[in-house]
């Protein structure tokens, strides 16, 4: 036998493949290891290497605060920078050519009102303003201002502490740079989010602007009472001369006027003008700008304003107007121009009246700090407007930017969609316990009816029952498609709780919707400008020519069953405060939400709607007003003045429309008030209705006798930018 060893055989093709795999695991585990036995030996070399930089003791405490304030600081940065980007978005839009617009704007016969935008005369470079000007501003809004950069810390600090020592808000901690962005960028709400987007708007306006620029436009923007904006607008307005001329006296008074225009303007409140100018002349002494002998003559000597017989100007009307006119010159190309509005004078002063009235005797003891109205004339002319209680402290517009919830006069939309959709108002729907999705509405006191008519649940404003409306038989989204058809602008949320008026609205949203009713269902068509001349008078803009006609919005039977309705409900409902005197047929629908935060009443004539809200600017809860209690109080004063002695139009669609059934009427002046046994405001006489009439044929006859002076030349101007007639005197048409 042979003793070579046996030959091995080759290994099998899998056992190899399982040899290999093999391998390549033992690589790996083997390489793991190695990498992390050599990660420990250079994470202990580390350790080591930084234990010669140990802290201990104090140290030790200091840098353990440090990394701290690192972490906190980073994600404070973080969350400056959220808060930052909302505040930087505004300063993306145009505002500096928001006052490239020259605006001259007129009441409804033509009469000036007030100027918006640039300002005639022109304002003044910094370089060419009178030295005390200058001062007597930063004495007294800001006297840090060239240290700071935009928030002042240490006055905000001596304001807080003065403000302690006296009890009560004697200085205020905003430098000219804050006051500045919000009179650019912002509202004057009060509220959190907009203290913070001042702030970071200030600095934005510190790292783009020089401060000599940022002054300019400080005193250019401001409001400076009398509807007047910028100090050169105000010299004028108060002492009749150039800002460069105004002496040290009336510079003061200038200067007093930043912190509260409508309280402290001289023309209208002279002693407390010269109190506040004393105030500034001392903070001119205090600062150490000036000597007490520099200012002992202009003490002794106080500013005396030139007589304005209190003239009180629609501010809030005003500044509406001029958004609407930039938005038509805008897209004529058309930057300078005289506008004819819509505004009655009368009927303003009688809106400010009886909003103002109210507020006075209800105010503190109801809790209630702001009203706010707007009356449209059958036809879509906005005849006046309330946009608050003191344009003077507060220049954001309640009837137009406020968005409060509507509470219950939201429900006409839903029973109108009803009413579109076969029902009638001798309907009966259930008026009991509902439940949708987990929300179960409950009625005023918490009581239920069973089954009711629609006229009866609308009258008596029952909860329950446009809720189950909108669930069983409607739905939500016709519910919100009528509120815009109707002319709501304010985008609307599309919620189960809608039905009860839980989206927030406009005062202007809501008269704009209800003007529907008296206009047989088509579309109000409001507005607030009725012709544009430019300045050559030539005219650029008719409402009447270039407006389309009004689009139906409700079909006959839908508008003549919710007027039915609505009709009943100053008579028998809720709103039986609303009810005008001598019969004169009213229809409209109130409205309380939640905690009683908002209070309406929206109504109408065959001649006007009026919208009217009360409430709080920061939402907190009024002394259980009601929409039937203030807002329908106030709606009657100034329908009952606006009533005397016109025709009177009929509501579409209600039989017996004018009172004891005559067509047409005149009603009577000087009627009593069912408001605590007052007297109603007696409205002037005026021209009668036919001899109106008769002038206006009159004057069509001799535009069509002269075609070539067909032009509107009362509404030239003069070299100041007051109109005049083609003869040069003043127009007084």
């Known amino acids: 036998m042979s003793d070579e ?29 190695n990498a992390g036995f050599r990660f420990s030996e250079i994470w202990e070399d580390i350790t080591i290497f930084f234990r010669r930089f140990r802290a201990r003791g104090i140290y030790k405490a200091f840098f353990e605060l440090s990394g701290e304030a690192m972490n906190i600081g980073t994600a404070g940065f973080i969350l400056l920078l959220a808060l930052a980007l909302p505040a930087f978005e505004i300063t993306k839009q145009d505002w500096r050519s928001k006052d490239d617009f020259a605006v001259t704007l007129l009441d409804r016969y033509g009469n000036p009102l007030g100027h918006r935008g640039v300002i005639h005369e022109g304002s003044v470079p910094i370089d060419q303003l009178p030295d005390h000007v200058i001062k007597a501003v930063l004495a007294t809004e800001d006297r840090r201002f060239f240290d700071h950069y935009g928030i002042d810390f240490l006055g905000l600090v001596r304001a807080l502490s003065e403000n302690a020592r ?3 808000v004697v200085q205020g901690g905003s430098t ?4 500045l962005a919000k009179n650019l960028f912002l509202s004057n709400e009060r509220s959190l989010q907009r203290k913070i987007k001042e702030a970071f708007l200030s600095l934005w306006l510190e790292t783009h602007y020089s401060k000599k620029e940022i002054l300019s436009l400080y005193l250019d923007r401001a409001y400076m009472g009398g509807g007047t904006f910028g100090a050169a607008a105000a010299a004028q307005f108060y002492f009749g001369k150039d800002l460069t001329e105004v002496n040290l006296a009336e510079a003061a008074m200038l200067a007093g006027l930043f912190k509260a225009p409508a309280k402290y303007a001289p023309h209208v409140n002279l002693p407390a003008a010269r109190a506040r100018a004393n105030e500034v002349l001392t903070n001119l002494v205090q600062s150490g700008l000036m000597t007490e002998g520099q200012v002992i003559a202009a003490r002794r000597n106080p500013a005396t304003p030139i007589d304005r017989a209190s003239q009180q100007s629609p501010d809030f009307f005003l500044d509406w107007a001029y958004d609407e006119a930039k938005r038509i010159g805008t897209k004529l190309g058309v930057r300078r121009m005289i506008v004819r509005t819509t505004l009655d004078p009368g009927l303003q002063t009688a809106a400010e009246t009886a909003v103002e009235s109210t507020l006075r005797q209800y105010s503190e003891s109801l809790h209630v700090g702001q009203g706010a109205l707007v009356m449209i ?28 919830q509507p509470g219950s006069s939201f429900k006409v939309y839903t029973y109108s969609v009803a009413m579109e959709n076969g029902f009638t108002p001798e309907s009966t729907v259930l008026d009991g316990p509902i439940s949708w999705r987990g929300w179960s509405p409950q009625n005023y006191g918490r009581s239920f009816h069973g089954r009711v008519t629609l006229q009866s649940a609308l009258a008596h404003s029952y909860n329950t029952v446009p809720v189950r409306l909108a669930k069983d038989f409607l739905g939500i989204d016709p519910i919100v498609d009528m509120a815009k058809a109707m002319g709501v602008e304010t985008p609307i949320r599309h919620d189960k709780t809608i039905p009860l008026g839980t989206s927030e609205v406009t005062v202007l949203d809501q008269a704009t919707a209800y003007a529907v009713f008296p206009a047989g269902g088509f579309q109000s068509r409001r507005h607030g400008i009725s012709l544009i001349t430019d300045y ?13 006609p009004a689009k139906r919005v409700l079909s006959e039977q839908a508008m003549s069953s919710m007027n039915r309705i609505l009709v009943t409900i100053p008579v028998s409902g809720t709103a039986r405060r609303a009810a005008l005197e001598n019969g004169i047929v009213t229809g409209g629908k109130t409205g309380t939400t ?41 709606f009657k004063k100034l329908m009952d003045y606006a009533h005397q002695g016109i025709e009177l139009k009929p509501i579409p669609g209600i039989e017996n429309p004018l009172p004891n059934g005559t067509h047409p009427q005149i009603a009577e002046n000087g009627a009593k008030s069912g408001d605590e046994g007052t007297m109603a405001i007696e409205r002037p006489r005026s021209l009668s209705t ?8 009159i004057g069509n006859v001799l535009r069509k006798a002269d075609p070539l002076n067909n032009q509107v030349s009362d509404l030239r101007l003069d070299y100041k930018g007051n109109p005049v007639s083609s003869t040069g005197n003043v127009a007084s048409n």
């Open 377 to 404: 004339e059958n036809g879509g002319a906005v005849r006046a407007m309330v946009g608050g209680r003191d344009y003077g402290e507060s220049q954001f517009n309640r009837a137009t930017s406020a968005l409060r």
């Open 536 to 548: 050559d008078g030539n005219v650029v803009y008719d409402f009447n020519r270039d407006e389309p």
């Open 690 to 697: 036919a001899s109106t009439r008769l002038i206006r044929e």
């Open 176 to 179: 000219i740079t804050q006051q």
């Open 166 to 168: 006296a009890g009560g």
């Open 594 to 634: 939640q905690a009683y935060r908002d209070a309406w009443f929206c109504g109408f004539t065959g001649n006007y709607t009026t919208a009217v809200w009360f409430g709080n600017d920061d939402y907190t809860s009024t002394g259980r007003v009601t929409g039937g209690s203030l807002p329908a109080m106030t």
């Open 5 to 33: 060893p046996e030959k091995q055989k080759k290994p099998s093709l899998g056992r190899r493949i399982a040899f290999f795999f093999l391998r390549i695991d033992s690589w790996i585990d083997s390489s793991i290891w």
